[in-house]
């Protein structure tokens, strides 16, 4: 009876008034004799079903579908640099109200994206040259990009004191 338990759980199934401390709360089960009790586990899983091999064969494995790029353009770049064709305002989809300032780029492979100007005011316009980086605009469709700010002519946003690096602003001086 000794060969068909496990050696390594043989310090386990010793007969025990009370369960050690290092271990998780366990159950033994008492419809079997002392020398086959087992180890069992607080919690039921359950089994896993694995497809037979006729299963297989008939085709039950789909193969996962590709996740589309969030921003095609960019093709696997962090950022691209491109030159503003025309600037303007986008109204968001439906809860939201606004403006959202928005800018046409045609990007340094040759196409054109829209993107999201963020941050308070700007002074970019047609000519500017500009760096593009991934990332839509929630509630404005059609919008998958965000120009960077700070970079070539798109100056920072002025007097922003949090979130600095988000909009290209230098930390303001203590004053003395």
Known sequence: MASLLRPHLLPFLAPRTTLPRSLPPLILQSNTSSALRTLQRTFSTTP???????????????????????????????????????????????????????ARVRLSNGRSVTCYIQGEGHNIQQHSVVLVRGGRSQDCPG?????????????????????????????PKAAT
């Open 143 to 171: 919008v998958k990009y965000h120009l960077v700010r700070g970079a070539y002519d798109l100056g920072g946003v002025a007097n922003r004191i949090t979130s600095r690096s988000k909009y290209g602003t230098k930390k």
């Open 48 to 102: 896993l079903s694995l497809a037979t091999l006729n299963q297989v064969q008939r085709g039950c494995r789909q193969p996962q579908r590709a996740r589309h790029a969030v921003s095609p353009q960019l093709k696997n770049r962090p950022h691209m640099k491109g030159v503003c064709v025309r600037v303007g305002i986008t109204k968001p989809k439906k809860p939201n109200s606004g403006e959202r300032k928005t």
